[in-house]
């Protein structure tokens, strides 16, 4: 059984840094794609950041690039998000997730629609 659970959400404010973390168990962890999710209220769930099995190539949705970066340690089976220069418009449920499919690219959609989810953890950016 697989599972996720991300941890070190909280509340910041605008400017600040937080990182979030997640852990994965029953799953071989360092041959498998990993992202972060998003979802504020009143809004659709988005990908924020990706990563692949090997750490070669990462992703980012547009409006983090510069502010976020997404890491992985597959000794540790963990997964990283540094997220700086937070803004009120970053508030939302970040999830993490782990695609089903084996040394796959990074497709939000795919992982979306297929990954192993975590329960989530809230990042409230007050301004």
């Known amino acids: 059984q697989v599972q996720v659970m991300e941890s070190g959400g909280g509340l910041v404010q605008a400017g600040e840094t937080l990182n979030l973390s997640c852990t994965v168990s029953?799953?071989?962890?360092?041959?498998?794609?990993m992202a972060w999710f998003r979802q504020g209220v009143g809004k659709e769930r988005e990908g924020v950041a990706c990563?692949?099995?090997?750490?070669?190539?990462?992703i980012y949705t547009e409006s983090v690039k510069g502010r976020f970066t997404i890491s992985r340690d597959n000794f540790k089976n963990t997964l990283d998000l540094q997220m700086n220069s937070l803004k009120p418009e970053d508030t939302a449920k970040y999830y993490c997730?782990?695609?089903?499919?084996?040394?796959?690219?990074?497709?939000?959609?795919?992982?979306?629609?297929?990954?192993?989810w975590g329960q989530g953890t809230q990042v409230t950016v007050s301004s």
């Open positions: 997730v782990a695609d089903s499919r084996k040394n796959y690219a990074c497709q939000f959609q795919r992982i979306d629609a297929s990954g192993y």
């Open positions: 029953g799953l071989a962890f360092g041959s498998y794609a």
């Open positions: 990563i692949t099995y090997s750490s070669i190539t990462t």
